[in-house]
C-alpha cells in the first residue's frame, strides 16, 4: 500500500509529466510535419502548455506535500526509486519556485529578438548588430545565476541546470588537461599528409542511405513499436514517453557519413529513452540523468562504435553491396581512415571526433571569463580568433563562422551551455571501458553485427535508472569511480595514434 | 479600443481553444503516426488536456465575465463578430457547466467498456453481449439530456450539441417525407439491371492514386502551405489551428472511387476549415457551424461535384492518362455511371449517393422510439430487421452487419449521432443551388476543371462565418430561405431519374 501522501503526490506529476510529453510531442511535429501556416498557433500553443507545466509544478501544493513527505522519505533505502522520485521532485521544485515568473518571462522575450537579431546577424558577418543583446543575455544570465546565491563560481548553477551536481571546480582541471594533450596531437597530425576521403562524398541516393541506416539501427535495437524515425532538416531525438521515443534523421545525398553518424548519434539518445525502467513513466524518473549523461550515449554510438573498425568490419561490406557503382574501388581500411580524418575547421558542429573538445572548450572557457567579468562583450570576438589560433593553428576569418556560429548564446543563457558535449564524449569511453570490462565479449560481437551484450549491459547499469541518479553518482555506480578522463585519452591516442602514427 | 472585460474574455478563449488544437493534434498524431507503444500514454495526454480544458471553461470567471459583459453585448449589432463570439461562448460555457463533472466520469468510464465490449461483440455477431451496456447507454443518455431540461422531446439537447438549434421537431418531417420519396425510387432502380462498375476495382497502384488526387485537391483549392494530407486507416479532417488543417487518405489499390470520394469528403471539410476568417483564431468561432454544415461541405464534393459528368469531363481524360492500361477501354459514361451506380446494400458507410439516407433516417427513427421508451433495446435486432427490408428491401442477415455495424451508440450517447449526415446532404444542394443561381458560370468553370467562382462563393457564403451563426441561421442568410428539401429531392430525381430512366 502505498504511502497516501506520496501517491497523491504521484498523481500531480503524472499530470506535469502528460503536460511535458505533449509540449515534446508539438516540438517534434513543429520540426517534422507542421505546415507553414500554422507557425504562429504552435508558438502559442507551446507557451500555454509551457504555462501550465510551470503553473502545476511550482503549486503550493507540491511544495506542501514534499515537506510532508520528508518523516517518510527519512527512512527509504537512498536507492529507492520512491527516494529518488523525492530527491528528483525536490530539486526540479526548487528550481522552479526559485525563478519568478516576471524574470522568465523578461528573459524569454530578450531571447525572442535575440534569436531574431542573430539569424540576420550571422549571415551578414554582423557582430556589432548582436552585441547589445548577447550584452543583455550576460547581465540576464548573471541574474539568473543570483537567484541560486548559494555558489562557488557565477557560472555553476547554469551547469547545475543541465548537470545536477556538476561545478566548475569538477569540470575545469579535466577540461584543462584535456586541452593539454589535444592540442599538440593536432598539431601532429596537421603536419601529416591528409588521408583521402573522397569515398564519402560521392552520390548515395536517399531511399538507399535511409533504408540503410534503417536496418543498422533496428539491428542495434531501436524499436520501432516503441518509436519512429522521420526526416527532418535538423536530426533530433525526442522522447514523448518511454513506448514513443522518436528521432530524426537528416540525409544529405552527397555526404554517407553525415546521414551515418547523425543517425547513430540520436539513435543514442533514442535507445537510451526506450531502456528506462517502465514504471518511471508519468514521473520525472522517465528521462536522462543529465545531459552529459544522454550526449554520452549518442556519441558512443556516433563514434566509439560507429566510427570503429570493429563496427565497419561487419557493415561496411553491406554499405558496399548496396552502393556498389559507388563504393567498389574503395576497401575498408581507406573507408575507415576517411570516417576518422582529422582535419581542424572553423565550424565546430562539423569538427572530426579528435578537435571537437577544443571547440567546446573554448566555449567553456570564454563563458566563465563572460561571467566572472575578465572578458567583455566587445572582445569576445578577438578573443575568440586568437583561442582559435593558439588551439587549431587556423585563424577564423571572419566572426560569421567564428563567435557567431553556435546559437545556444543567441537564444539561451550564457553559462552551462556546452560543457555537456565533452563530459559527453569522456563519459562514453569511461562507461564503454566499464562494459568491456565486464563483457569483454563485447568487440568480437560488434565485429559480426551483434550488439546484445552491450545494449543488455547499457540498459541494465545506464538506461534503466533513468534521472534517479546525478551524473556524478551514476559515473560512480556504473565504474566504481569518479569522472576520469583517462579512458578517453588513451581511447583517443591509441586510435588516433596508429591512424596517424604519433 | 477593446471593451477591457471583452478583451480579458477574449485572452480566456485563446488559452481554451490552444489546450483543445492540442488535443486535436494529439488525436491527429495518435490516428496517423504513434507508434503502438506510445498507446497508453497518448490516453493519458488527452484525458489530462481534456480536464484542463473543462477546467477553463468552467471556471466561473467566465461565467463572470459573460454576466458582466451582457450590458455590452446588447448594444453590439447581431451580426458583429463580438456579438457572435459573446452568443457560442455563453452557449459553450452554459452547457459545459450543467453536466457535472461526476456525470461526465460515470458516462466516459462506461463508454470505455461499452467500446470494448462491441469491438468484441459485432465481429462474433453477439447482440446478446452488448446488451446490457446499450441499454446503460440509453439511461445515461436520458439522464444526459435531463441536464438541459426545457427541451419538447428527450433527444432534442442530444441533438443539440451536434446542431445548436436543432429539433426533432424541425427535423422529423423532412426525413419523413425524403424516406417517402427515396424508398419507391430504390425500389424502381432495383428493378433494373445493374450497370457494370467493373472498372472502378482494377488495380490502381497507390502511388498513382495518391498523386492524381494530390493534384486534384490542389487544383480544387486544398491550400498545402496551410494544411498537409498524411495516409491513415480511417479518413478524417482536423482542425488544429487555421493555418494548420490536416486531412488523411486511406488508398484502396483495388477501389478508385473509394480513394477519391473519400479524398473529396474530407477535403470539403478542410476547405471549409482553412477558410475560417483568419481573425477568429484563438476563438470558439473558429470552428464549423455544426456537425450539419461542416458534412454538408464534404458532401458537396464528395457527390454533387465528385460524382458530377461536370467533374469527369475535365478530369477522366486526366485519369485515363495515369491509369492507360486499366481505363482505356472504358468511356466516360462507363465510368460515370458507375461511380452513380445504386445498389442498397447493408453498409451505410458503403451505401450510394441515393440509398445512404435511408440508413441515416433509419437510425434516427430508432434513437428517438428509444429515447421515448417506445422501442425496447432488445427489441433493436428485430426492429432493425423489419425497418430495413421495408426500405431497402433487404433483410440483413445478421446483426454483425445490422444493427451492430455503428460504432456511434458504443463509443457515444443514443441520440443525436446520425441527423447531421442527412442534413448534410440536403444542405449541400440547398446551398449549392444557391451558389448557382448567383454564377451559373460555375458549372461551365467545373467542367474546364476551375473552381475559383465555387469555391470563393462558399468562402464568402458560408467558411469565413465559423460558428457565428447556427445553422438555421447560416441557412437563411445564405439561402434566403429556412431549410427545405426541395432542392436535394428535386437534385437526385433529376440525376438518378436520367441514370435509371425513372
Redesign the interface.
Known sequence: MENPLFHELKKHL??IK??E??MM??VW?QQV??????????S??LA??AQ?AHEKLTAPIIGKLLDDLQSYQINLPYDSDEAGLLRVTRRLYEKAVKVPPAFKARLSAHLSKSYQVWTLARPANDFAAVQPYLEKTLSLSREYAHFFPDYALIADPLIDFKDTGMTVAAIRPFFAELRRQLVPMIKDIREQPLPDNSCLYRTFPTAAQLSFVREVIKNIGF??????Q?LSPHPFESL?????VRMTTRVQENDLSQTFLDTLHEMGHALYDQGLYPDF??TPLADSASASVTESQARLWENVIGRSRYFWNYYYPKLQAIFQEQLNSTSLETFYRAINKVQPSLIRIDADEMSYDLHVILRFDFELQLLEGTLAVRDLPEAYRERFKADFGITPPDNRDGVLQDVHWFDGVIGGQFQSYTIGNILSVQFYEAALREHPEILDEIAHGEFSALHNWLKEHIYRHGRKYTTMELIQRVTGKSLTIEPYIRYLRTKYGELYNL
Open positions: 503524472s499530470e502528460s503536460i510529453a505533449v510531442l508539438l511535429d510535419y507542421l505546415p507553414n501556416g500554422g507557425a504562429v498557433a504552435r502559442r500553443q500555454v502548455q501550465l524499436d520501432f513499436e516503441r518509436g519512429r522521420d514523448i514517453s518511454i513506448g514513443d513513466e508519468g
